[in-house]
């Protein structure tokens, strides 16, 4: 244990240098020179730990352990190693690292699995240099089209496929990969929020990915003068719009279960300090684990909103984004908390706010995610830490689960 931590943070230390931004976080993009270096890195690291290397069409890369099936589906560990820019050293690389360290304990414990046992370590979860995010899973399962891969352009209109030959990545390789060669994908990443700090538990079994809604919510009033329009004569959209935003909270609250409600955009109109405001625009994201908390709150904020339209006031609700909750793979969740019980590592059951490449590989396989606290609940800065010993619980974590997946025989 002690020496799976040490690694560990030796991988998050190390890798951590391969950024554009030396001494102002991680920034890591995709097929970028620091790519390459991480890259090199996490190849070399899985030969040591003696895994076949294999890189795919997107660059995605993959460390595999044979198993004794001849053609036999993999049961795969990872998460992603870009980064967003100025981030930390642990989003993504955290869960690749603790991949690796899983398969040395194979290695190092001489088991030969049944099933294969995979590595991986993603591309382009973040979209920071193509835009969209989850572009590593997205293309292996198929959700993003080779076709569409190729037509991607960087902000500076260098396409992905440019981008992978200028680091030396073959971009003739083999890009979907069929469903059927994956028995189930495993994947730690840092929490990125302030529950399992808060609860001091070490481990955060996900339940599912939430599900989110965006609304836009336009408040109609009159314009006026600000001088010259007396209280009791105005129409005014922004104080109406205010009213109804410091009520939206509540409703999430009330809800409950984790049900989170944000305004996060707001827009007055037009927008003159001596002018009334005729018209306001806002957002309201709504996330909940649970679909029927989602819906609860949107027809919640529907009400409130219509109940404040009146003669000279209109209101309107647009829904704009509506993406359902995802549960994870039962029989794994049971594994992962029944696994943790018995290495006396407490455990709590979270909900994940954020996507992640293993909500993408649940289309096609069976997933299971674990959480490890983020200090502070801080992420996607410098700042970003987390404890290598509760990584190093997680390796321990993972190792059992895949041991059981992989049906390992010693
Ligand atoms: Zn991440």
Same mark, same amino acid.
Request: net charge negative; proline share 4%.
């Given at each position: 244990?002690?020496?799976?931590?040490?690694?560990?943070?030796?991988?998050?230390?190390?890798?951590?240098?391969?950024?554009?931004?030396?001494?102002?976080?991680?920034?890591?993009?995709?097929?970028?020179?620091?790519? %390459?270096?991480?890259?090199?890195?996490?190849?070399?690291?899985?030969?040591?730990?003696? %895994?076949? !290397?294999?890189?795919?069409?997107?660059?995605?890369?993959?460390?595999?352990?044979?198993?004794?099936?001849?053609?036999?589906? *993999?049961?795969?560990?990872?998460?992603?190693?870009?980064?967003?820019?100025?981030?930390?050293?642990?989003?993504?690389?955290?869960?690749?690292?603790?991949?690796? /360290?899983?398969?040395?304990?194979?290695?190092?414990?001489?088991?030969?699995?049944?099933?294969?046992?995979?590595? !991986?370590?993603?591309? /382009?979860?973040?979209?920071?240099?193509?835009?969209?995010?989850?572009?590593?899973?997205? #293309?292996?399962?198929?959700?993003?089209? +080779?076709?569409?891969?190729?037509?991607?352009?960087?902000?500076?209109?260098?396409?992905?496929?440019?981008?992978?030959? @200028?680091?030396?990545?073959?971009?003739?390789?083999?890009? @979907?990969?069929?469903?059927? $060669?994956?028995?189930?994908?495993?994947?730690?990443?840092?929490?990125? =929020?302030?529950?399992?700090?808060?609860? *001091?538990?070490?481990?955060?079994?996900?339940?599912?990915?939430?599900?989110?809604?965006?609304?836009?919510? $336009?408040?109609? #009033?009159?314009?006026?003068?600000?001088?010259?329009?007396?209280?009791?004569?105005?129409?005014?959209?922004?104080?109406?719009?205010?009213?109804?935003?410091?009520?939206?909270?509540? %409703?999430?609250?009330? +809800?409950?279960? =984790?049900?989170?409600?944000?305004?996060?955009?707001?827009? !007055?109109?037009?927008?003159?300090?001596?002018?009334?405001?005729?018209?306001?625009?806002?957002?309201?994201?709504?996330? *909940? =684990?649970? +679909?029927?908390?989602?819906?609860?709150?949107?027809?919640?904020? @529907?009400?409130?909103?219509? *109940?404040?339209?009146?003669?000279?006031?209109?209101?309107?609700?647009?829904?704009?984004?509506?993406?359902?909750?995802?549960?994870?793979?039962?029989?794994?969740?049971?594994?992962?908390?029944?696994?943790?019980?018995?290495?006396?590592?407490?455990?709590?059951?979270?909900?994940?706010?954020?996507?992640?490449?293993?909500?993408?590989?649940?289309?096609? $396989?069976?997933? #299971?995610?674990?959480?490890?606290?983020?200090?502070?609940?801080?992420?996607?800065?410098?700042?970003?830490?987390?404890?290598?010993?509760?990584?190093?619980?997680?390796?321990?974590?993972?190792?059992?689960?895949?041991?059981?997946?992989?049906?390992?025989?010693?």
């Amino acid at each position: 244990m002690k020496e799976t931590q040490v690694r560990i943070e030796r991988h998050i230390n190390e890798l951590s240098k391969f950024t554009s931004t030396p001494h102002k976080g991680v920034t890591r993009l995709t097929y970028s020179n620091e790519d %390459l270096q991480a890259r090199n890195y996490i190849k070399e690291t899985m030969k040591e730990y003696g %895994l076949n !290397v294999r890189e795919d069409g997107f660059g995605n890369i993959f460390g595999k352990l044979e198993g004794i099936l001849n053609d036999a589906p *993999s049961v795969l560990i990872g998460s992603h190693f870009d980064s967003v820019p100025n981030g930390g050293a642990y989003d993504g690389t955290a869960g690749v690292v603790v991949g690796l /360290e899983v398969a040395a304990l194979f290695s190092k414990n001489n088991l030969t699995p049944k099933y294969p046992l995979e590595i !991986v370590a993603l591309i /382009e979860e973040e979209g920071t240099r193509f835009k969209g995010g989850l572009m590593g899973s997205r #293309g292996i399962i198929g959700s993003l089209s +080779e076709e569409d891969f190729k037509s991607l352009k960087d902000k500076d209109g260098i396409s992905t496929e440019e981008a992978m030959s @200028k680091i030396g990545l073959d971009t003739s390789l083999p890009k @979907k990969r069929d469903p059927k $060669t994956m028995k189930a994908f495993l994947e730690l990443h840092i929490e990125q =929020g302030p529950i399992l700090e808060e609860k *001091s538990s070490p481990i955060g079994v996900v339940e599912g990915i939430v599900g989110l809604t965006q609304l836009e919510v $336009t408040v109609e #009033g009159r314009a006026g003068h600000a001088g010259t329009t007396p209280m009791d004569r105005r129409s005014d959209a922004l104080v109406t719009a205010a009213k109804i935003i410091t009520q939206l909270p509540d %409703l999430a609250i009330d +809800e409950g279960e =984790g049900t989170v409600i944000t305004i996060g955009r707001l827009n !007055v109109f037009p927008n003159g300090a001596n002018v009334i405001p005729d018209k306001t625009v806002f957002t309201v994201d709504i996330r *909940s =684990g649970k +679909e029927e908390n989602v819906c609860n709150v949107i027809r919640k904020t @529907k009400e409130l909103i219509q *109940s404040y339209s009146e003669d000279t006031i209109q209101t309107s609700v647009e829904q704009h984004l509506y993406i359902q909750p995802k549960a994870l793979n039962k029989s794994i969740r049971s594994l992962l908390k029944q696994t943790s019980s018995e290495l006396e590592i407490p455990y709590c059951s979270i909900n994940s706010g954020a996507g992640h490449d293993a909500m993408i590989l649940s289309d096609v $396989t069976d997933v #299971g995610m674990i959480f490890v606290p983020s200090k502070d609940g801080l992420s996607h800065c410098p700042e970003e830490w987390s404890d290598a010993h509760h990584l190093a619980n997680g390796v321990q974590i993972l190792y059992e689960a895949a041991k059981n997946l992989t049906e390992t025989k010693s």
